[in-house]
């Protein structure tokens, strides 16, 4: 069930810190400039707690989601006296230096805290970095379809190198409904093949349907159940059963569900040596059951605080890579408006990253952060980027636009925003099928 009030909490812990350092950017260079701020609020509507000091009302307001900055002489509709205190009597580059601020410490928060992740050390898959080697296919998926087997290597997609997994994946993720050219190399001889990807999960991305060659592991090793009596241990690594390499942990584990009552030849790697038992699963509905738990290799990124930087840069640089990518495959209408989050599908994440700990709720902020500083870059009106936009022709053009012209392309720019918010908070209630939820919910008796 969707816990409305756990997920508004974790939204507003990841929100509010990045709409604070957002407003402070702009706070910050509004007062080295020696512009007068009139207001500083943390949230929108009603102010709630407030304090005035040197010139400057500082606030806390009602609706959390969102803040501002008030300067002197910022709206058109003022009547501007040509202080030199006032926003829209400053030059071009300082009004410029003023808007990108907020979004350049979005950025710079990003970086921030993804330094902090890698010195605090980051836990993944091992096979994230490892070559495109296919574990295992499902059934009736584009990989079958395509004729792909376990142990092909994929080498090239379209005749571009992808030389781990996670190159790998993002591209799958990006590329619903594509038909792609795949170089794979099959026990040694390099073969051509087609795939035409399928669209997965609510957020309709792509979907191959290939799970990567990865060694079972074992863990939680049962008492009394027939991995305990097999001798085989925490930590365990399965190379083969009856003789065939194990690809995956599915391939175990759909082998121990095949063979109730049946022994089973393993071998294991444990601490850099092999071994070999004999596994008898047991049934229990109708299935084999060993009693243990397979899972796979993980491995930890920890880093000192300059290779922690480094490695926030290098991480940073992909992410907005790939919000760029995702940006011009939505405008393309190459993926879905669903592969969009809205404040309702975030706040169910921001749940989900709350319970799985600080490295992870960091991880999540970081992107959310580098997210909003370049969603608020975008030549949009009513976002900083859209006034950043403006000034810049106005500067090509030498000449100030007519303010009835600024108005309207504001009022163009506020109903898309508001259109946008819309449709994906619609989008999101599909997502999460809330609405029917909700139907349920208030439905009499």
């Known amino acids: 069930m969707f816990d409305f009030l756990g997920a508004v909490s974790a939204l507003l812990l990841v929100l509010a810190p990045l709409i604070f350092i957002h407003e402070f950017g702009h706070f910050l260079m509004a007062k080295l400039l020696r512009i007068k701020v009139e207001v500083f609020s943390l949230g929108f509507g009603p102010r709630l707690l407030w304090f005035r000091r040197g010139g400057t009302e500082y606030r806390v307001s009602l609706l959390p989601l969102g803040g501002y900055v008030r300067m002197l002489g910022e709206n058109p509709d003022e009547d501007l006296a040509g202080s030199n205190e006032e926003f829209l009597s400053r030059p071009k580059r300082e009004r410029f230096l003023v808007l990108v601020m907020g979004a350049t410490f979005n950025i710079l928060l990003a970086v921030v805290l993804m330094t902090v992740v890698f010195q605090l050390g980051v836990q993944e898959p091992y096979y994230l970095d490892q070559p495109v080697v ?39 993720v990006l590329s619903p409904h594509k038909r792609w050219n795949l170089l794979i190399d099959r026990d040694g001889k390099i073969r051509e093949l087609e795939i035409l990807l399928t669209a997965s999960t609510p957020y309709r991305i792509g979907h191959a349907g290939i799970t990567p060659q990865i060694m079972p592991l074992l863990s939680v090793i049962q008492p ?6 097999a001798g085989l241990q925490d930590g365990d690594m399965i190379l ?55 899972s796979y290799r993980q491995v930890m990124k920890k880093y000192g ?12 640089w992909k992410n907005a890579g790939l919000v760029f990518e995702t940006l011009r495959k939505l405008l393309g209408r190459e993926l879905s408006p669903y592969a969009l989050s809205g404040p309702v599908d975030i706040a169910r994440i921001s749940a989900i990253v709350f319970m799985q700990g600080l490295v992870a709720f960091l991880t999540f902020m970081a992107v959310v952060s580098l997210q909003l500083g370049i969603f608020n870059l975008l030549p949009i009106p009513v976002l900083d980027g859209g006034h950043i936009f403006i000034l810049l022709i106005e500067g090509v053009m030498r000449r100030d636009l007519s303010m009835k012209l600024k108005e309207r392309v504001i009022q163009v720019g506020f109903l898309f925003l508001v259109s946008f918010m819309v449709l994906v908070i619609i989008l999101d209630f599909d997502k999460l099928d809330l609405t029917k939820k909700l139907l349920e919910f208030i439905k009499p008796g």
């Open 305 to 316: 605080l300059v290779g922690a930087f480094r490695q926030s840069l290098n991480s940073n």
């Open 240 to 294: 083969t059963m009856q003789g065939v390499p194990v690809r995956s942990p599915g391939e175990f584990v759909t082998m121990v569900q095949a063979n109730a009552g049946i022994p089973l030849t393993i071998t294991y790697s444990r601490e850099g040596e092999t071994g070999d038992t004999v596994l008898v699963p047991i049934e229990r509905e109708g299935k084999g059951f060993a009693g243990v738990v397979v």
């Open 134 to 172: 296919i574990g295992a296919i499902e059934p009736g998926s584009a990989a079958e379809q395509a004729g792909l087997l376990p142990g092909d290597r994929i080498l090239r997609i379209d005749g571009l190198e992808v030389p781990s997994w996670k190159e790998f994946q993002v591209q799958v």
């Open 224 to 229: 009394g159940l027939p991995g305990a009596f």
